[in-house]
């Protein structure tokens, strides 16, 4: 599965670009508004063709590059929840959408992967945009499917459910199948940090490491305009104290040799995790860099496509178009 191109757009922190590279794809453009996200492609990958630009403005004739790719990839910015969809603060997003398709018109790649919310799959206050989409998509040839999948059944620590919209030419359509899961058991968060837990000599880190047994919920990035690095509502909270972890913030080291574990002590007896250690449960490789200060670096993470998910849907859709295209309707 080698000779693909994707162009991604809204690549964040490079999640999904991450996975489709590890799939046998080769970017050819990559874009995003956000300084640190750029920074943060760029410091990866400085062979990267990394473009810094908000979508709604983008104009693929000023860049050649993007045209004549097999797929367009798109991460794109959490669309609100059925109770706010309709409200104003959910306009960008939902535009974001928008012009994503109308970017298909002009690059027409043989295959498109949008990844939000799960909800955008079926929730009925949704539908308008999904009939929008299947509007644009249909008449330029392409299939629509779409499907959930929870990142915890590609080897990702956490409890982290997306919604993927994959569109294929009419040609390599009905050889596209939903990725399936990858791991016979789910990846808890005590094995997934065990490593890095031990790394400056903490003596609890394997007793802490056995208990905390069960994936991470759903990680939260959070807005540029409200709060900081933050874990989430009051119920995702509580699971995190389930595993002995302090949830007020996040903690700016590792605990070192003199870190007395103990949770009947309260906060002060709660392990702090580490935004370097939330990229570890997003499904990053250690070795990534995120650039930018506290709060923007897991803004980035938590907005993240987790690169296992991205490296699965990039071998759905290369198993697809490297296959033989449909033989065409007899006349």
Same mark, same amino acid.
């Given at each position: 599965? =080698? ?16 996975? &489709? ?5 080769? #970017? ?26 908000? &979508? ?39 535009? &974001?959408?928008?012009?994503? $398709?109308?970017? @298909? ?7 498109? @992967?949008?990844? !939000? ?8 206050? /949704?539908?308008?945009?999904?009939? /929008? ?7 330029? *040839? ?8 929870? $990142?915890?059944?590609?080897?990702? #620590?956490?409890?982290?459910? &997306? ?14 199948? #939903? ?11 005590? +094995?997934?940090? $065990?490593?890095?837990? %031990? ?21 939260? *990035? ?11 509502? =009051? ?6 104290? %389930? ?6 913030? /996040?903690?700016? +080291? ?18 702090? @995790? ?8 997003? *499904? ?5 860099? @995120? ?15 987790? #690169? ?13 178009? !490297? ?9």
């Amino acid at each position: 599965m =080698s000779g693909l191109t994707f162009v991604d757009v809204c690549s964040g922190a490079g999640g999904l670009a991450l996975g &489709l590279e590890r799939a046998g794809f080769e #970017p050819r453009l990559l874009l995003d508004e956000d300084d640190d996200a750029c920074r943060t492609l760029r410091a990866n990958r400085p062979h990267w063709n990394v473009l810094q630009a908000d &979508l709604l403005d983008f104009d693929p004739s000023e860049y050649p590059q993007s045209y004549d790719v097999d797929l367009l990839a798109a991460g794109l910015p959490r669309v609100k929840s059925s109770a706010t969809v309709t409200r104003r603060s959910s306009d960008t997003e939902l535009r &974001l959408i928008e012009a994503t $398709a109308y970017l @298909i018109h002009a690059v027409q790649p043989r295959a498109l @992967i949008i990844e !939000n919310v799960p909800t955008l799959v079926d929730e009925e206050s /949704f539908a308008p945009i999904r009939d /929008f989409l299947r509007k644009e998509l249909e008449h330029l *040839g392409y299939e629509l499917t779409w499907f959930v999948l929870n $990142a915890s059944a590609f080897g990702v #620590p956490q409890d982290r459910v &997306l919604g993927i919209l994959a569109a294929v030419k009419q040609e390599w359509a009905s050889a596209f199948r #939903p990725p399936r899961s990858t791991v016979h058991e789910h990846v808890s968060v005590g +094995e997934a940090l $065990a490593p890095s837990m %031990r790394s400056r000599g903490w003596p609890d880190a394997d007793r802490w490491a056995a208990q905390a047994t069960s994936v991470a919920p759903t990680l939260v *990035g959070g807005s540029k305009t409200h709060g900081g690095a933050d874990f989430g509502p =009051s119920g995702t909270k509580t699971k995190w104290r %389930r595993m002995g972890v302090y949830t007020k913030s /996040f903690g700016n +080291e590792l605990p070192g040799r003199d870190f007395e574990w103990d949770p009947s002590l309260g906060d002060d007896g709660l392990v702090r @995790i580490t935004v370097d250690q939330t990229a570890i449960l997003q *499904g990053f490789p250690e070795s990534w860099e @995120i650039a930018g200060l506290k709060t923007a670096r897991y803004r980035q993470i938590g907005h993240a496509t987790p #690169p296992p998910v991205g490296e699965a849907l990039g071998r759905a859709v290369a198993e697809a178009l !490297n296959g033989d295209p449909a033989a065409p309707a007899a006349g």
